[in-house]
Structure formats: C-alpha cells, structure tokens
C-alpha cells in the first residue's frame, strides 16, 4: 500500500488537468505573440487561465502576472517594489516563519542597503498585530506576512494587518502558496496589494505560478527581454502550464467547501487516532486557526528522520518539515520560532493531507504508526 501524505510539499496532477494541458503541447504550440491563428489560441487560453486565477481573489485579470512558481513571485513582490520605492525608505516587515523564497529574498535586501524587521510568533505561530504596529516605522515600505505556514498550516490575521498597512500607506504583500485554492481570499476585502500563489500545491502542474500585484503598485521586474505579461515578467509563456494552472483553480474553486470539510475529518481522525496508540504526541501549529489538511507533531523520543525513513519503507510519505530544507539537518527554523527546544523541533513530522486520501489511508496510517514509534523507541532507549 502507498499513501501520500505530503501534499504541502507537493500534489499529484489531476487527470483533468493533465488532460487539459496535453492539447497544448501536441496541435496547440503556438507562441502566445505571434499574430496567426496559431498563436492567437495560446493568447486565449493564458487569458483564460487569467482570468480564472483573478477570479479566485476577487482580482482583476490585469492584475495577474504569470511567474515560474511561488519562488519567483515572492522574489518579484520582494525586491521588485523594495527597488522601485527606494525614494520612499528602506525598511521591510516580515515574519520569522517565512518560507525561505521570503526570508533568503529578505537576507539579500540587507546586503544590498534595506533593513528588515522579523516579527517573533507566539507559540501557536501566530503573529500579532501590536508587534506589527510597533515594528513600523517612517521608513517602512513594504510589510510581508504568509497566509498560511507550510510546516504547521497556523493562519494569520491577513485582513487585519493588510488594513494596518494600507491605513499608512505602505504597501502589503502575502505569500498565499499554501492557502490560494483552499482558503477563500479576496484582495481587495484583504487590503492586499501583491501576492504569490503556486500550481503545484493545487493539482497543477510543477513551474507555474502566478504574482498578482494591485493596479497602481509600483514595482521593478526581475526578468528584462520580451514584453509578454506588460514587460513585468520577460520570456516565452510556458501555455500548457499556465492551461493547467486554470484547470487546476477551475476545480479547486468548485470543491472548496467539500475538501475542506474531507481534509479536516480525516486529519482529525489521524490526529485523535494517533493520540489514542501513542503516547508523548504533541501538537505544533494553532489548534484551530490552521490549514485543514496540515497535521504537524512531535513525537517524544524519536528523531523525524527516523520516522520518516522507517515510514517510507511501509508505503507512507510524509515530511518533517519544509522540503525545501529537506537534506539539511538544521532542525526546523519554523519550530524554533515557535520556542520549541532544539530536541523536540528534530523529533517533529508533518503530515500533509489531500484530494485523494481516503478513511482507508489514515487506518494504514494509524497501523503502522504506532508499531514504527514503538521499535524506534525501544532502539533509542538501548542506544
Ligand atoms: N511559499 C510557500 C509558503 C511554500 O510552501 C512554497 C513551496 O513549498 C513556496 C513558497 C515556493 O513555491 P514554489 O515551489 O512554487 O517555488
């Protein structure tokens, strides 16, 4: 038996989304600015996927910028608006638990003459809105808060602080990666002027992302050349790709609801299941305010490594932590944010359910788990 239950890091494609790409690289190959029949299909089909992804959050179509992923847009918003608003300061905002496309983009601007404030959490990995009042200050310019944590799925208070900015005029980006397609958003709602979303995490395709950055923002591109996407981001379109990623929002819009409800069900069931044959569980992440596929524990005793490989061999994948950090064995930046000792930060997995996880996976889960902790534990006590 094989269940995956690592869809943060990544998701499988769905079929109709396979489907709908394949087209466009068989018969439909035109070059999106070529002006024949050809390439006016492509032209159609981006601004189609356009159009959906705008739709999702409330955007308008020319507000969306396709990006090679979530990466990519986070660099854009980042050193895009901090280069083009010199005149107006130097300092940014941002969380310490940032993915790293946030917080190395960051390091970069501190190297290159910005300054840049990283808001603590609260151990549930909350930030709060006074330390984000506290941290402004007249050189403020841009202020960067994720929707959601990759690692332990806590939510932040979006609207709340995207409305603390925009009360000052300084501009609010919101890396959206793992909430765009799960959680409703809605930018203007949201005071939201850039944010970044990715394809792979929703059942699209790998390299395709999207940035939207509100009508009237001024930012720099990080890509010079051609003039496709309104000269903010050079180079030929990547058209199966982005037919995939509206597909992919096609659907993930149309079953919203339905999947938050599976996905909360079967990780509490995994939870509560786990919680009743092993002792020494502890959550990570908000016990409420939290992404509905994303279970992340620590589990007294035993090194996520471990589980993870010992797992791996039963058919189970799982991750213990952000796969972007995965092959290094730095214990989790996310985890020490949250004040956890360096131990139990290493002793941490992150489940991360999705579409295709079904009550028979967790019960598989639920078999194994407890037998894998079991024997790690006797070998930790002998050693
Ligand atoms: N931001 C967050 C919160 C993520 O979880 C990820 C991917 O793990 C990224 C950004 C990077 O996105 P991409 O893989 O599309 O470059």
């Given at each position: 038996m094989q269940v995956y239950l690592d869809h943060n890091a990544t998701t499988p494609v769905d079929p109709r989304v396979l489907e709908a790409m394949l087209p466009y690289y068989r018969d439909k190959y035109g070059n999106a600015s070529t002006l024949y029949a050809l390439g006016r299909e492509a032209r159609v089909a981006i601004d189609n996927a356009r159009e959906r992804i705008a739709e999702l959050i409330h955007?308008?179509?020319?507000e969306i910028y396709f990006t090679s992923g979530g990466t990519e847009s986070d660099n854009t918003a980042l050193k895009g608006v901090a280069f083009a608003n010199r005149e107006r300061g130097n300092h940014l905002i941002t969380s310490q638990i940032e993915h790293s496309a946030v917080l190395d983009t960051c390091r970069y601007l501190e190297n290159h003459g910005f300054e840049v404030t990283y808001l603590p959490v609260d151990r549930f990995g909350k930030v709060s809105t006074e330390a984000l009042l506290k941290a402004?200050?007249?050189?403020?310019?841009l202020i960067s808060i994720m929707h959601?944590?990759?690692?332990?799925?806590t939510i932040q208070p979006i609207k709340e602080m995207g409305a603390i900015a925009r009360e000052r005029k300084i501009y609010f980006h919101t890396d959206t990666v793992q909430t765009f397609g799960k959680l409703p958003i809605d930018v203007k709602q949201m005071n939201i002027d850039l944010l970044s979303v990715s394809a792979h995490k929703i059942y699209g395709p790998k390299g395709i992302g999207a940035l939207y950055v509100r009508k009237g923002v001024k930012m720099d591109p990080l890509l010079h050349g051609g003039e496709q996407e309104r000269k903010r981001r050079a180079g030929t379109e990547n058209v199966p790709a982005i037919v995939g990623f509206g597909k992919a929002v096609e659907l993930a819009k149309k079953q919203m609801e339905e999947e938050t409800r599976h996905l909360t069900k079967l990780r509490d069931q995994l939870f509560e299941g786990i919680q009743a044959k092993v002792d020494g569980i502890t959550l990570n992440g908000h016990p409420t305010d939290r992404l509905p596929g994303t279970l992340n524990i620590s589990v007294r005793h035993v090194k996520g490594e471990a589980l993870l490989l010992q797992l791996d061999r039963k058919g189970i994948f799982i991750s213990t932590g952000s796969a972007c950090a995965?092959?290094?064995?730095?214990?989790?930046h996310v985890l020490l944010a949250l004040g956890l000792p360096e131990a139990e930060a290493r002793n941490s997995l992150r489940f991360s359910l999705g579409r295709e996880n079904t009550e028979e996976d967790i019960a598989y889960v639920l078999t194994v788990f407890p037998e894998v902790v079991k024997k790690l534990r006797e070998v930790s006590a002998l050693t």
């Open positions: 955007a308008s179509p020319q402004i200050t007249d050189r403020t310019l959601a944590n990759n690692e332990i799925g995965s092959g290094s064995i730095e214990p989790s």
